[in-house]
T-cell receptor, first 116, second 113 residues
């Protein structure tokens, strides 16, 4: 199983809503990532979790709150988002993150988020 | 300077052509290099990892030049199905424990019949 599963596939939310994006992998990977991708731009790193601990926060606004309940799950809690936060949110995992040579990242299909 | 830079593109080439993409990275400590392919409105998918000795997979050849901090991807005999955005991905580690996988800006390839 080399799948990373993200739900939901599409999400429309108002600026006052609270919602969560979910990501799951069963490859035994210990590093998980959230990326944000705007149209015609490359994915931009938001957060890195390593062994269920937040290792990197790329100065992401606090209206985005990540959570890693266990080694297979990664959530992104959304609250009071702005229309400019509309984007494709991608989850990825790698076997490790601490080692110098990382094996490839596997990506989920993403959640296409629209903030209205 | 961006951490990972690529040819801006787009590249419009006829079927059967050979096309080369370049990528430069800023962190000399980087040790993991990849080429990903992303189709429109889809997630990135691994095309190939890039090794110091260079590696080939069918029509695709990847090269790494550590001294110049430069990665390349060569596609021979282009097919219509090769049309996609090609993303260079490099790990960045600035002395911390955790690596970051950083994407280049991407190069759009359009193969014409």
């Amino acid at each position: 199983d080399t799948e990373v599963t993200q739900t939901p596939k599409h999400l429309v939310m108002g600026m006052t809503n609270k919602k969560s994006l979910k990501c799951e992998q069963h490859m035994g990977h210990r590093a998980m990532y959230w990326y944000k991708q705007k149209a015609k731009k490359p994915p931009e790193l938001m957060f890195v979790y390593s062994y269920e601990k937040l290792s990197i926060n790329e100065s992401v606004p606090s209206r985005f709150s990540p959570e890693c309940p266990n080694s297979s799950l990664l959530n992104l809690h959304l609250h009071a988002l702005q229309p400019e936060d509309s984007a494709l949110y991608l989850c990825a995992s790698t076997k490790e993150s601490y080692v110098p040579v990382i094996a490839e990242a596997f990506f989920g299909q993403g959640t296409r988020l629209t903030v209205v | 300077r961006k951490e990972v830079e690529q040819d801006p593109g787009p590249f419009n080439v006829p079927e059967g052509a050979t096309v080369a993409f370049n990528c430069t990275y800023s962190n000399s400590a980087s040790q993991s290099f990849f080429w990903y392919r992303q189709d429109c409105r889809k997630e990135p998918k691994l095309l190939m990892s890039v090794y110091s000795s260079g590696n080939e997979d069918g029509r695709f050849t990847a090269q790494l030049n550590r001294a110049s901090q430069y990665i390349s991807l060569l596609i021979r005999d282009s097919k219509l199905s090769d049309s996609a955005t090609y993303l260079c991905v490099v790990n960045m580690n600035y002395g911390g424990a955790t690596n970051k996988l950083i994407f280049g800006t991407g190069t759009l390839l359009a193969v014409q019949p």
